[in-house]
């Protein structure tokens, strides 16, 4: 299994930008499907986006779509998500995630390595 460290996380105000990067060891990172997730106090985990292995397919959850972008560096094992025009509803731990079929992204139980996350607060 590859072994999964989430880092970028912080506090910022509303409208502002952030980029969490999720560095990854451990066997064959390059074939694997990378996912990114978040949970806030009190309610279910939840996707935001997943990228494949072998080319630039995304996948985004519709409260992200078009403010976050997710990448990755497959020579330098690194998943990235870039986000922008962060509201106070984006606040939560976020993880990075790895393994699912492509066709269950969404589902954090089709994943098979976890990080162990990084807390990110929007607040003026």
């Known amino acids: 299994q590859v072994q999964l460290v989430e880092y970028g996380g912080g506090l910022v105000q509303p409208g502002g930008s952030l980029r969490l990067s999720c560095a990854a060891s451990?066997?064959?990172?390059?074939?694997?499907?990378m996912g990114w997730f978040r949970q806030a106090p009190g309610k279910e985990r939840e996707f935001v986006t997943a990228i494949k292995s072998s080319d630039t397919s995304t996948s985004y959850a519709d409260s992200v779509k078009g403010r976050f972008t997710v990448s990755r560096d497959n020579a330098k094992n690194m998943v990235y998500l870039q986000m922008n025009s962060l509201k106070p509803e984006d606040t939560a731990v976020y993880y990075c995630?790895?393994?699912?079929?492509?066709?269950?992204?969404?589902?954090?139980?089709?994943?098979?390595?976890w990080g162990q996350g990084t807390q990110v607060t929007v607040s003026s």
């Open positions: 451990g066997r064959t990172f390059s074939g694997y499907v």
């Open positions: 995630a790895a393994g699912p079929p492509w066709q269950s992204v969404w589902r954090a139980e089709s994943y098979l390595s």
